[in-house]
């Protein structure tokens, strides 16, 4: 039965020696990110609201959000040039 678990220390071992993240840096850059494509999709998602069509950019804004709390998760490798963190996880 203990070894069975084995895998699961291994694997918090791994975790332990990963890189330190300078945490602050990572959060600024990541709200900088947001807040530029939120600029960006404005008029978009002004459009979209006026029409009364919400679902229209609903994906793209889920999408911002996730790219905010799933980057570091390494979800996106490309991101904002590259794949989607719904492209990613699917």
């Known amino acids: 039965m203990g070894g069975m678990f084995r895998f699961l220390r291994r694997r918090a071992a791994e975790d332990a020696a990963a890189e330190p993240v300078d945490v602050p840096a990572e959060a600024a850059a990541r709200a900088e990110a947001f807040w ?15 029409d009364s069509e919400p679902l229209r950019v609903e994906n793209l804004v889920a999408d911002m959000v996730a790219a905010v709390h799933l980057s570091r998760a390494g979800f996106m490798p490309g991101w904002p040039g590259g794949s989607t963190p719904t492209a990613a996880i699917a």
Request: cysteine-free; aromatic content about 6%; hydrophobic content about 55%.
């Open 36 to 50: 530029q494509q939120w600029d960006d999709l404005l008029p978009e998602l002004a459009a979209a609201l006026g």
